[in-house]
Structures are given as C-alpha cells and as structure tokens.
C-alpha cells in the first residue's frame, strides 16, 4: 500500500475543495520540495530496499552484491562513474511510471504536466550548460543519440567518414555489425600509427577525395582534444555536415577542462553518464534551425515514449554539473588522468600519444610480455576493472600483414579516472593505483590485498559505508 505525503494529500484535498489544515497547500514544485523536507516525506513509490528485499531476496542479493563489487575495487573503465544519490533518487523515482511520447506541451499521452516540468528543466539547463540553441534530452543512450542525428541529416547509403573502429571509432562509426555501417557508406580515418595523433591534412585529403555528406568526430579511445575548428573546416570545404559524437569528454565540456564542440558542429551528441555523472542515456545539442528535425528523428522516427525518470535524473546531472564543485571535478580528473599517464610509463607500460589531454588513458602492454586480455585478466583478479581496446600504434617494428604477432601488439588496455575522482582519489592515489597496476600485472600476490584496502578508504557513497 503505497504511503500517503504530506503533499499529495494537500494536493488531493484542494482539487476536492476540502482545505487539509495540517499540511501546507503545495502548488509549485518548489513548494512542495519544501514541505517534503519539513515533514521528512518521500514520493509514493519511492526505492524501498527492505521490500524488494522481503519480496524478491535473489535479486536484492544481486543489487548487494553490485554494490559490495563497485566499493572493493578500482573501478578504472573509463566510460563509468558513480552518480550521486540524487541522481539515482530521481532515476528510481515514480516517474518511470510514466508514458509521455512527444515533448513538453505536445503530448501523445494525458497527465503529462508533471513530467513535462522535469523535461522543460532538462532541456533548459542542458541549453545554458553547454551554451547551445537547442537541446534534446530523451535520447535512451548514446548509440540512440547518434542514431537520431544520422537519421535527422542522412539518408541510408549517403558516405560518412568517422574515425576508424581500430584506431578508436565507435560502434555506430561504421562497425558492420551495427546499424550504422549496414545503412550507411562509412570511410574510416585514423591516427598516425607512431604518434597516436590525429593527422587532420589526411582526414582533409580523404573528405576531399570522398566527399562525404557528414563526417563524425569523436572516439572511445583518443586521449587527446579534437581540434574541432579543423574539423569544421574541413567539413565546410567538403560540403558535409558535422557531427561531433562526445559521450567520452561531455563532462569534462561541461566542466570547462575541455574544448566545446558546440560552437563548431552542426549535431553534438553525447551520453550522460560517463564523465558527465548522470544517469546512463543520451542527449543531442544542435542549432535552432535543425532543432524540429532532431526531435523527429528522437520522436517519433527512432524512439517512443521518453523515460521520464531518466529524464529527470538527466535533469539533476546538469544542475551538478553546472556547479563550481564539478568545474573542481572535472579539472582534478585530468590531472589525476595525466599523473596515472606518466607513472603507468614508470611500470613499463608504453602509453599511447605519451600522455592524455582527457580522463582517458590508454596503454600497450606488449613490453611487459602481456597482451592486453592477460593483462586485462590479471588486473581483474587483482580488482582492478579496466578494458581492452584496439590500439593503432605499434610500439614495436610492425610484423608481416596477416600476422597474429601484430594482432596482438594492436590491442591495449583502456582506462580513466572519472570514478576514482569522483570518490575523492587525489595524484597521491593515482600513484598508487599505478603500482598496484604494476604489482598487479607482475602477479605480485599481495596486489588484490592492497586495491582492496585503497578503494575502501575513498568509498563511493561514504555516507551508506
Ligand atoms: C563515442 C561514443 N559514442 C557512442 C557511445 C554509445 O553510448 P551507449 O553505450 O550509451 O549507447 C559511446 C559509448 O561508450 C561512445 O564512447
């Protein structure tokens, strides 16, 4: 039986014209945020963990467990973070309850008022945050996101040109098993294969010789700042669109530590978890003039009905982000991410491009005599959780083509510094980590000891630990 707030029986008694005298009249959501806090009330239907406890032990066993995995170890993969519990509040808040297709005011769906202020809230700090026309929050992730951006300026068969999925393209880059590369003709750019770097004079020759209608910037994996103006130039002398796909660095945008595509491309699509500590899921930012055309290609053509809860919890990852406290975050995750860089180097490791601009490092294995799957392993036995990834550069003269010897010397290991921050790790600790690494892959056997006792001094929800 759901509990009755303060709140919603104030607002039950006003529309029945019966004046509650105890609880205040709560009209605006301001007002009743502050009767909630008075009287210590929560939403009906708010996450209560001693009933799914009660109800469904197996799967609360689960969500403990989870937990317990996430604060007994180094969580280093670099697309991960810990939100904070307001952002989880709103995210296992009743508005997942909700069925709202359209957008604020253009419902396909009645009793949408509500909701609709948790999207107009959304949309309007995602617009001031990051200083576009138009934002477009009901992405349900990333992929969905680029999706609706290929969908809003493309038609399939048109020729994109995206990063190269071996030196750091995404999934939705082209990869054949994905709807982009079965819908599209995607021609792959890469980096230089001994600098790591970008090389914009050959993505310019390639535009020029293939004339995409789009070309897409962004990586899982390139640690470095895009030069976003060269991009744009280059898709201007070519006559493509620009998209820039930032799920990585949307947050460190956000926080000021890092250039905005925003002035540059026409699309910008990013996720909202990752750096950015939001709730898992998508957004887009664009001009005015190609609003209308983004949010047909969310709503109706690729997407139905919004997740409200998400959209909500997007909607507090934006009020964090904008303060001054994230801008700190954001600035302290690159340095601990360059200071993890250089005393990875200390362990023998040959990190890519020789450092990171980013919170994302990535590094060949290959001169400690392990490839990246053993070193991913012994990392994980340790409690160390970080990825494998493709990695263009050869730190060693480049075997015959075909060869399994440099199938293996083109994978590393990928990590970032996005959740250690978040749980307060400081350069000290980014030392640290960096010896267990080392300690770690030498399969020292007090490794697993030692990361255990380091991730239990810097919990990630101190105030539940
Ligand atoms: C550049 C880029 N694009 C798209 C995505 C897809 O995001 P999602 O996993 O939410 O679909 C990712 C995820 O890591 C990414 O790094």
Known sequence: MPATTASSRSTASSRSGTQDTVAPRAETPEERARAAARDGTAPAGAPDFAALLHQDPEIAGVLLGESTRQSDGLQLIAAENFTSPAVLAALGSPLGNKYAEGYPGARHHGGCEIVDLAERIA???AKALFGAEHANVQAHSGSSAVLAAYAALLRPGDTVLAMSL????????????????????????????????????????LALERRPKAIVCGSISYPRHMDYAAFRDIADET???LIADVAHPMGLIAGGAAPSPVPYADVVCATTHKVLRGPRGGMILCGAQLAERIDRAVFPFSQGGAQMNAVAAKAVAFGEAATPAFGGYAHQVIVNARGLAQALAGQGLTVTTGGTDTHLITADTTPLGLDAQTARGRLAA???????????C???PKAGPG?????????????????VTTQGMGEPEMLRIAELIGAALREDASARQETVALAHRFPPYPDRA
């Open 382 to 392: 340790a409690g160390i959780v970080l990825d494998t990834c493709a990695l263009p």
């Open 239 to 241: 006559g493509a669109y």
């Open 166 to 205: 071996p030196h750091g393209g995404h999934l939705t880059h082209g990869s054949s098993a994905n709807f982009s590369g079965r819908w599209f003709d995607f021609v792959g750019y890469g980096v230089d294969e001994d600098s790591g770097l970008l090389e914009y004079d050959a993505i310019r020759a």
């Open 394 to 396: 050869g730190t060693y």
């Open 403 to 419: 060869s399994t010897v440099l199938a293996a010397r083109r994978t590393g290991i990928r990590l970032g510094t996005a959740a």
């Open 123 to 125: 949309i309007e700090r």
